[in-house]
């Protein structure tokens, strides 16, 4: 079956002078805005003008050269890491050398525990919960939150398979208001410093930032609470494991940094897939041939059973609906990196100090790599088109050492999700609705995304 020709929004690409003024004087912190059009196009150059030499690097081979980093040249950026500082402290996602390695090492014996084949029930449960408060909204005709509904169920499913709890429905709306604060107006999000800062300047968080950070900090420890001591041996899951975990030396983590390690599991494994479905369900709004195949797809594998685990693999045009999203609104939109000396990429000089950026956001749409970029296509993944990919373009789970963990988790628990909703609702958008998305610390609509859901109508 041929699919229309859609084109979800994108912002309209400038030359690099209009891209860095809209950016500037905007003050949105939407870093979407300081792309021009040739960074589509280009190989390697610098991202507009800025007192800090910052490089966009599209090229494969030399994206995944700066990604694995070998020699330890490239580190996470220093703006990322002050970004996150305050809700995940020098934890496994921005720490480097011999304490990412000693983390690492802590922390991999407890990640086997998200194995899908023993998470997936705690994905079933939570994807019940939630077709529970979708029936409910369809039965009221009640407009609701997108994003939040997205939120609440990956939050949920993260609950349940670190912690073996379910996330109560106002610690939920707590996370999701401290989240989007958080992303909106955290320091690294801040153009006008990125552009005018020299390297490694220290910024600032906000009051309210901190407090955002603060909250979500507090309901961890909450969760962490009964996994501590003899209370805890009753569990068997991450949160135990992790605090169960010791180094060489035989030392475990403080109870400040088993905070941090389990805020990066939130984060990772919370805000990203949240990301991620609100602009499936956004997309499949728009697109009913899409949600027909879909069906068509969930009927010939299950019936009208419930989704096993094992028809998971089977669906594969529902699979690849996720990753095409994950093309065009990949979660992580930008990788920052700093060059911790002077070096080269690609012949190009990069001095000690600069930023090294690798754009999934710009890789999965680049006009060299992709036929019609632009365009939301889910067959370009189906194996007859293989041909097409360029190995090393489509990174929306990163790349290297620090690769993400939980990609087979993702996939596993969003193709469930759409499988569910989709045979069981229909999405409206709001008529009103003006959709644009916005690159902060994740690939987010720029206003929450209001919209209702009624019955399928083939059942």
């Known amino acids: 079956m041929t699919l229309a020709h859609y084109r979800p929004p994108r912002p309209a690409p400038r030359n690099a002078l209009m891209s860095l003024m809209r950016a500037a004087l905007s003050g949105d912190g939407n870093l979407l805005g300081l792309l021009p ?10 991202l507009g003008w800025s007192r800090r030499t910052t490089m966009l690097v599209n090229r494969p081979d030399l994206a995944r050269s700066v990604l694995i980093d070998p020699e330890g040249v490239f580190p996470k950026s220093d703006l990322m890491v002050n970004a996150l500082e305050p809700l995940i402290g020098d934890s496994i996602f921005v720490s480097s050398g011999a304490t990412w390695r000693r983390q690492r090492e802590m922390v991999d014996p407890a990640l086997t525990m998200m194995r899908v084949n023993r998470a997936f029930s705690a994905i079933e449960k939570s994807v019940g919960v939630c077709m529970e408060t979708l029936a409910r909204h369809a039965h009221d ?18 609950c349940r398979t670190v912690f073996s709890t379910s996330l109560e ?19 690294q999000v801040e153009i006008r410093r990125l552009i005018m800062d020299k390297a490694w300047t220290k910024i600032a968080q906000r ?4 407090d955002a950070c603060a909250l979500i900090r507090s309901h961890l420890d909450d969760m962490l609470s009964n996994h501590i001591g003899a209370e805890g041996e009753r569990y068997d899951d991450i949160a135990r494991n992790i605090a169960l975990a010791r180094d060489i030396e035989g030392e475990g983590f403080t109870r400040a940094e088993l905070i941090d390690q389990l805020g ?50 089977r669906l594969s045009f529902t699979r690849n609906v996720f990753r095409e ?35 999934p956001w710009v890789l999965h749409r680049h006009q060299k ?3 019609e970029p632009d365009v939301f296509d889910p ?19 990163g790349l290297g050492p620090r690769v993400c963990a939980g990609a087979a988790f993702a996939t596993v628990e969003a193709v469930l999700i759409i499988a569910d909703l989709v045979r069981r609702f229909d999405f409206h958008l709001a008529p009103d609705a003006q959709v644009q998305p916005a690159a902060r610390l994740t690939t987010r609509p720029v206003q929450q995304i209001m919209c209702r859901v009624t019955q399928a109508k083939t059942q």
């Open 141 to 158: 005709g009640a407009s609701f939150s997108l994003d939040l509904a997205m939120s609440h169920l990956t939050a949920d499913v993260i």
């Open 169 to 187: 429905h106002d610690a939920s709306r707590e996370v999701f208001d401290a989240f989007t604060l958080f992303e909106r107006s955290v320091a």
């Open 37 to 46: 059009g040739s960074a589509y196009h280009m190989d390697i150059g610098p």
């Open 264 to 313: 990066v599991l939130f984060l990772a494994g919370h805000e990203t897939s949240a990301s991620a479905l609100t602009w499936v369900f956004f997309i499949l709004a728009k697109q009913p041939e899409i949600v027909a195949r879909i069906r068509a797809e969930v009927q010939s594998v299950a019936g009208d059973n419930a989704i096993a685990f094992e028809h998971i693999k």
């Open 379 to 397: 067959d370009r993944f189906a194996p007859e088109r293989e041909s097409e990919m360029t190995p090393g373009a489509y990174i929306p789970f």
């Open 369 to 371: 790599y992709w036929r």
């Open 325 to 359: 999203t994950l093309r065009l609104y990949p979660p992580i939109t930008f990788l920052p990196r700093v060059a911790t000396q002077a070096t080269k990429i690609g012949g190009r000089k990069i001095p000690r100090g600069a930023l090294v950026i690798v754009a």
């Open 207 to 210: 009051k309210d930032v901190l």
